[in-house]
């Protein structure tokens, strides 16, 4: 498969919307200035069975809102690392990510994720500062792959209830970008996919490198966002309900493929309700959503 052009890929590095948004740890990525470069993240070898299959040559992409890994009365974090592994995920989507706030115990939050699961590379990008650090959105990927670079983007506020972001990491099979949209305003939450779309149509749209958008879009199916999403994405996760794990009532999760000339087959879907690694109903308010994709 051709991968992207060098020029495009440094674009991609270098974009953004609006302005960093720096808080106590940085928007941090395993290849950022932390001491710790992709593939590499200083942990103990991880031993979780799987028990969910897997066609070879698939990789399985994974949509998460881990509600800042808080929604029990301990860390949900060791919990969570055991379940993707055990789900062979291959890239994970993560929303409600902290970032050495006081409300976590100034944990890097993805770090420590990607920490849990064997050395898994890793991107953050806050979208707003919280609590003596930051809150927003990223990513774990399998060190199967290679990092070639991450971008991100900023959503502004607008009559929303706070900014958004999307963080965007880009490997040597795919680009893989996680956001979580406004859960008060319809108006804003069109602008995210808007802005969205635009730096994946603008960087990827004549390339044939697949490009994956995966969140909480806090709107369901039918809603505009989602409609508007489809005319330039293909909605490839199922529709199963994700929210609330509780009563599962809605599905507000969503995985997406840019429409571009990436080759690809989708060969499952599915909303995972039962883990023998752990209480999933007790990690987070929302399940976790997969696709799994043979690249071509």
């Known amino acids: 498969m051709r991968l992207a052009n060098p020029i495009v890929l440094l674009l991609a590095m270098m974009c953004t919307v609006t302005s960093v948004i720096v808080t106590s740890c940085g928007n941090h990525s395993s290849s950022d200035s932390d001491g710790v470069p992709p593939h590499a993240a200083p942990s103990p070898e991880v031993n979780v069975e799987?028990?969910?299959?897997?066609?070879?040559?698939?990789?399985?992409?994974?949509?998460?809102?881990v509600g800042a890994f808080s929604k029990s009365s301990?860390?949900?974090?060791?919990?969570?690392?055991?379940?993707?592994?055990?789900?062979?995920?291959?890239?994970?989507?993560?929303?409600?990510?902290?970032?050495?706030?006081?409300?976590?115990?100034?944990?890097?939050?993805?770090?420590?994720?990607?920490?849990?699961?064997?050395?898994?590379?890793?991107?953050?990008?806050?979208?707003?500062?919280?609590?003596?650090?930051?809150?927003?959105?990223?990513?774990?990927?399998?060190?199967?792959?290679?990092?070639?670079?991450?971008?991100?983007?900023?959503?502004?506020?607008?009559?929303?209830?706070?900014?958004?972001?999307?963080?965007?990491?880009?490997?040597?099979?795919?680009?893989?970008?996680?956001?979580?949209?406004?859960?008060?305003?319809?108006?804003?939450?069109?602008?995210?996919?808007?802005?969205?779309?635009?730096?994946?149509?603008?960087?990827?749209g004549d390339s044939e490198v697949p490009v994956?958008?995966?969140?909480?879009?806090?709107?369901?199916?039918?809603?505009?966002?989602?409609?508007?999403f489809k005319e330039d994405w293909a909605l490839l996760s199922t529709t199963k309900n994700t929210f609330n794990v509780t009563n599962p009532v809605k599905c507000i999760d969503f995985i997406f493929a840019l429409k571009n000339k990436a080759q690809y087959e989708v060969v499952g879907t599915d909303v995972p309700k039962e883990f023998k690694s752990g209480d999933v109903t007790q990690a987070s308010d929302h399940f976790p959503i997969y696709v799994d994709v043979k690249l071509k």
Not at 213 to 220: F, L, Q
Request: hydrophobic share 35%; with cysteine.
């Open 74 to 204: 301990v860390s949900s974090i060791p919990s969570i690392a055991k379940m993707l592994l055990e789900l062979n995920a291959d890239a994970v989507c993560l929303n409600e990510l902290d970032s050495c706030t006081t409300r976590t115990a100034n944990v890097y939050q993805v770090k420590s994720l990607a920490e849990s699961m064997g050395g898994w590379n890793y991107h953050f990008f806050s979208s707003m500062p919280y609590r003596g650090g930051g809150y927003g959105n990223g990513m774990v990927i399998s060190p199967d792959f290679s990092t070639a670079g991450t971008a991100h983007l900023s959503i502004p506020k607008g009559n929303g209830k706070e900014p958004r972001s999307c963080a965007i990491m880009i490997t040597d099979k795919f680009v893989f970008m996680a956001t979580h949209l406004d859960h008060t305003s319809e108006q804003v939450r069109m602008e995210g996919v808007k802005i969205i779309t635009d730096w994946a149509k603008e960087n990827y």
């Open 50 to 65: 799987s028990t969910f299959d897997k066609e070879n040559g698939v990789v399985r992409l994974v949509s998460y809102n």
């Open 212 to 228: 994956f958008v995966c969140g909480d879009m806090n709107c369901e199916p039918s809603d505009a966002p989602i409609l508007k």
